[in-house]
């Protein structure tokens, strides 16, 4: 009889022969042993089927499954279906991870509330690595708890994909599911929108590796546009969820994406809160446009702020903290 191991990863590969052999290695590294990597090959043809079954012959704790080309999201749904752990770590065929991940995060899920574990990354090569990225990766490491990750979850995806690990049965009851959208950050908000709680080991426990062939740079279901969409369809059923009207902080482009998108959801902008002068004292869709200031003359609905940059988001925070609202009850952050 087989002895159920502590931890299966879950480890989708399509041509990845360049960077598997480290990824594998740094699983091998790892200082908790008990573990299964099921290596779900997606029809690959660059030779990363080899490596894999190589890998399987000399450590039985690697098992490969074949299958022709399908795309990411029926690749990881059939890879769960072989995940046998009662957890399941999440991996890419490009990064590597910390000695201590799996170990840190299966103490992290020792706690029964706790349905989700990400961790903090290091995003590489550094050479070539933009602004945007910089504060992408600034703003994931500055997420600490549970109460972190709900706060900020309607601004980005809060745990980087492939740093998290959650229960199996969790995989096995929710799936991943095509939407149009990134399948990562629609898992994670419907977990947080039926009471999920997650929360992150705060230590750089995944090397995140950004090259131009990465999915998420060139699949349409990772646009900017996409990201509002599935922002406003949670917004519409999580934070607007009892109110038909909504006031919006910030109409510059991303602002004005955001009311679009709730428009289509059915939800309806009662006010406007810009600092822009030419804008303030006007009216936009209808809804009277007022300085921070001038808050308390509009309608007592639920707040969005949608103002890109942890700096500006700060600010903003601390002027609504002075005016009496609270986030979460009274307000959300979308970027």
């Given at each position: 009889m087989s002895v159920i191991p502590s931890v299966s990863i879950l480890l989708p590969v399509f041509n990845a022969a360049q960077t598997l052999t480290l990824c594998l290695k740094s699983i091998r590294r790892q200082t908790l042993t008990?573990?299964?990597?099921?290596?779900?090959?997606?029809?690959?043809?660059?030779?990363?089927?080899?490596?894999?079954?190589?890998?399987?012959?000399?450590?039985?704790?690697?098992?490969?499954?074949?299958?022709?080309?399908?795309?990411?999201?029926?690749?990881?749904?059939?890879?769960?279906?072989?995940?046998?752990?009662?957890?399941?770590?999440?991996?890419?065929?490009?990064?590597?991870?910390?000695?201590?991940?799996?170990?840190?995060?299966?103490?992290a899920l020792a706690a029964d509330s706790i349905e989700i574990v990400g961790a903090h990354v290091r995003t590489f090569p550094r050479s070539g690595l933009g602004k945007g990225a910089r504060e992408y990766e600034a703003w994931l490491n500055s997420i600490r708890s549970p109460d972190d990750v709900y706060?900020?979850?309607?601004?980005?995806?809060?745990?980087?994909?492939?740093?998290?690990?959650?229960?199996?049965?969790?995989?096995?009851?929710?799936?991943?599911?095509?939407?149009?959208?990134?399948?990562?950050?629609?898992?994670?908000?419907?977990?947080?929108?039926?009471?999920?709680?997650?929360?992150?080991?705060?230590?750089?426990?995944?090397?995140?590796?950004?090259?131009?062939?990465?999915?998420?740079?060139?699949?349409?279901?990772?646009?900017?546009?996409?990201?509002?969409?599935?922002?406003?369809?949670?917004?519409?059923?999580?934070?607007?969820?009892?109110?038909?009207?909504f006031l919006l902080w910030g109409y510059g482009q991303t602002g004005r994406a955001l009311c679009r998108a709730l428009t289509a959801q059915g939800k309806n902008l009662s006010g406007l809160i810009e600092v822009h002068p030419r804008r303030l004292g006007q009216m936009i869709q209808g809804a009277p446009v007022v300085g921070p200031d001038d808050i308390d003359r509009l309608p007592d609905d639920p707040l969005i702020v949608s103002v890109s940059g942890a700096g500006p988001r700060t600010e903003?925070?601390?002027?609504?903290?002075?005016?009496?609202?609270?986030?979460?009850?009274?307000?959300?952050?979308?970027?």
């Open positions: 008990d573990w299964e990597c099921i290596l779900v090959d997606d029809g690959s043809t660059d030779g990363s089927i080899e490596i894999a079954r190589a890998a399987s012959a000399s450590d039985s704790r690697f098992n490969v499954v074949q299958r022709d080309h399908s795309g990411l999201i029926e690749t990881l749904n059939a890879g769960i279906d072989h995940c046998s752990a009662p957890l399941v770590a999440r991996m890419d065929a490009d990064d590597w991870m910390h000695r201590e991940r799996l170990a840190l995060q299966t103490r706060r900020e979850r309607f601004i980005e995806c809060a745990l980087a994909h492939p740093s998290w690990m959650l229960r199996r049965t969790t995989l096995e009851n929710k799936r991943y599911r095509n939407r149009g959208w990134p399948e990562d950050y629609d898992l994670l908000l419907r977990l947080l929108e039926n009471g999920s709680r997650a929360t992150v080991v705060p230590r750089r426990l995944l090397s995140w590796r950004q090259h131009p062939e990465r999915l998420s740079r060139h699949d349409e279901r990772y646009s900017l546009e996409r990201f509002t969409a599935c922002r406003a369809a949670f917004l519409a059923t999580d934070f607007l969820k009892n109110d038909e009207r903003i925070r601390l002027k609504l903290a002075s005016l009496g609202r609270v986030e979460v009850r009274d307000y959300v952050c979308a970027a």
